[in-house]
């Protein structure tokens, strides 16, 4: 802190070395993070900011906040490289590209054009077991509930998307009997609330076990229209083939609610 008491002078410098950032619930591990940080008292400048995810993959970035202005507009740039940055049991997936998120205190806007390298997606074998519900009946005092009475929340900060994902192929869905590889594109517009996905997922590949048998998927797409929750529309068709029938499997509707339906060549009663 240099100048005088009308016109002080502010000179920042922050370093950091061998940081570290694990999140247990999402599976992600940021690791040997170094970042630089110069700036007065108008403007913080993110000089460099670097980390790797535990194993190839790393993120690079740079970025700036402006002090002067009260409602601190920032500026954000990451490049990813090779980065996984969720491990979870349903999934996990190694992204590359760039990413800039800019915005002031009150709004931010993010914007990507990703590559997913590799992604896996396993479908749980089960749903779980369900907890039987007990009916409670909790007698307080009327000063007792309003002490337990928790205050409005503060609403979210919302941001602005503008993402574009690109998945070339080795994108694989497993579980329940299915082992797939899928490939496609998908954009994601709207808001961090209410998230606007759409795009499609094709299939190239792929087989269904199902009544003993091995059907091999000869169509597969997955559609997202846009709805809200993001609810993808699901379209396979899987077949057995002998010598005297084809079996054909079609499941099709929302992901939430897939219907299943069963035909042959030549026709057959159901069972």
Not at 47 to 60: P, Y
Not at 152 to 165: E, H, I, R, W
Request: proline letters at 5%; glycine letters at 8%; one cysteine or more.
């Amino acid at each position: 802190l240099s100048g005088t008491k009308k016109h002080p002078q502010l000179t920042v410098s922050i370093d950091l070395d061998h940081g570290k950032y694990e999140n247990l619930q999402t599976g992600t591990l940021l690791n040997d993070i170094e970042m630089k940080i110069a700036g007065n008292q108008d403007q913080l400048k993110l000089q460099q900011l670097k980390f790797n995810d535990g194993e190839k993959g790393s993120v690079t970035g740079v970025g700036q906040v402006d002090l002067i202005n009260k409602k601190f507009p920032f500026q954000v740039d990451l490049k990813l490289d090779q980065a996984v940055l969720i491990r979870l049991d349903e999934f996990t997936g190694t992204l590359s590209g760039d990413f800039k998120l800019n915005g002031n205190k009150e709004t931010a806007m993010i914007q990507s054009d990703l590559v997913m390298n590799q992604a896996s997606i396993n479908i749980p074998s089960s749903a779980g077991s369900t907890v039987a519900r007990i009916e409670v009946e909790e007698v307080v005092s009327a000063e007792e509930t309003m002490q337990q009475q928790t205050p409005k929340s503060t609403p979210v900060f919302k941001a602005g998307l503008d993402v574009n994902l690109s998945i070339p192929a080795r994108c694989y869905v497993r579980g329940r009997g299915l082992e797939s590889e899928w490939a496609g594109k998908i954009s994601v517009t709207g808001n961090t609330e209410k998230p606007i996905v759409l795009g499609n997922l094709n299939v190239k590949r792929g087989a269904l076990d199902f009544l003993d048998r091995k059907f091999i998927i000869k169509k597969g797409e997955i559609d997202f229209n846009g709805s809200n929750p993001p609810i993808p529309m699901i379209d396979l068709n899987a077949e057995f083939k002998t010598k005297k029938i084809t079996g054909i499997v079609k499941v099709t509707g929302n992901a939430s609610n897939p219907q299943l339906k069963l035909e042959s060549q030549p026709s057959l009663p159901q069972d």
